[in-house]
């Protein structure tokens, strides 16, 4: 497409630059590094977020143990109907185990943010609630 069509490149590099804010939007929201890939010359469609990356942020090694006493499944489901957040499993994308995929295409910048706010809470608040449950049997 873009060796006949002369607005190609100025029409891909705009789209590289909105898929990179919002990748930064995201990441600004769930309050982790961003990853080194995105300064890179990637297409930036989409982003593996490690969960227990995100737990870890949010309360520590102890967040992360009371999220992994669970499974991912049970994480998604709690995700999408308690906080209509629905995200793809990241390791069939070559994540890791407590890896969820995210893409860009459909949402702009602010909305990526607030995606990365809801699922930095919504991390915590389930692992939070299993480690009360833990606690009281």
Same mark, same amino acid.
């Given at each position: 497409y873009d060796l006949i069509e002369p607005e190609a490149r100025r029409y891909f590099s705009w789209i590289r630059g909105e898929l990179a804010a919002r990748v930064?939007?995201?990441?600004e929201g769930?309050?982790?590094?961003?990853?080194?890939?995105?300064?890179?010359?990637?297409?930036?469609?989409?982003? !593996?977020?490690? !969960?227990?990356?995100?737990?870890?942020?949010r309360?520590?090694?102890?967040?992360?143990?009371?999220?992994?006493?669970?499974?991912?499944?049970?994480?998604?489901?709690?995700l999408a109907r308690e906080w209509r957040i629905v995200l793809t499993p990241g390791e069939s994308f070559?994540?890791?185990?407590?890896?969820?995929?995210?893409?860009f295409p459909s949402v702009s910048a602010e909305e990526a943010r607030e995606l990365g706010q809801r699922l930095a809470a919504a991390v915590e608040a389930f692992a939070r609630t299993k480690a009360q449950i833990d606690r009281q049997v």
């Open positions: 930064v939007a995201l990441y769930l309050g982790i590094a961003l990853p080194s890939w995105a300064f890179g010359p990637s297409s930036r469609y989409s982003t !593996i977020l490690d !969960i227990e990356e995100i737990a870890r942020a309360g520590g090694e102890e967040l992360v143990a009371a999220l992994t006493s669970q499974s991912l499944w049970e994480l998604m489901v709690y070559g994540g890791g185990e407590w890896s969820v995929r995210v893409c």
